[in-house]
């Protein structure tokens, strides 16, 4: 049986490693801070507005992650290899982004194709 935790803002984490929950993204146009549900799935990190709508993907492997501290909201960034586009998230704590930070790494790493530097978390 798998052994699954679950955190205050609904972020589920089985002893595989899997990560699912709440997050806040800024969205690409208007700027703006929207919640959106957030999975990891293999190397690949699926958002929507809800569980059921999590279709959208942002592909972990070779990806840029870091943390956003000037501001002290728990942010972070996630630049996807080769792309231009980078995806600002926010998590409800520090602990909630160390945790979703570490999830990520661990994804890049499983996959087997990821840069020399994409996990460095601290």
């Not at 709440?22 to 990190?45: G, M």
């Not at 972990?60 to 600002?88: C, H, M, Y």
Request: hydrophobic share 40%; aromatic share 10%.
């Amino acid at each position: 049986m798998a052994v699954v935790s679950a955190t205050s803002n609904g972020a589920i984490e089985d002893a595989e490693g899997s990560k699912a929950g709440w997050l806040s993204k800024k969205t690409q146009f208007t700027h703006r801070w929207r919640p959106a549900w957030f999975q990891i799935q293999q190397s690949k990190l699926l958002y929507g507005a809800n569980e059921k709508t999590a279709a959208k993907t942002i592909s972990l492997i070779g990806a840029r992650v870091e943390a956003q501290e000037a501001d002290g909201r728990f942010g972070w960034t996630i630049t996807p290899k080769n792309s231009k586009r980078t995806f600002f998230l926010r998590a409800s704590s520090a602990e909630e982004q160390q945790a979703w930070m570490v999830a990520v790494c661990a994804a890049q790493i499983k996959s087997g194709e990821h840069a020399p530097n994409a996990c460095v978390v601290q």
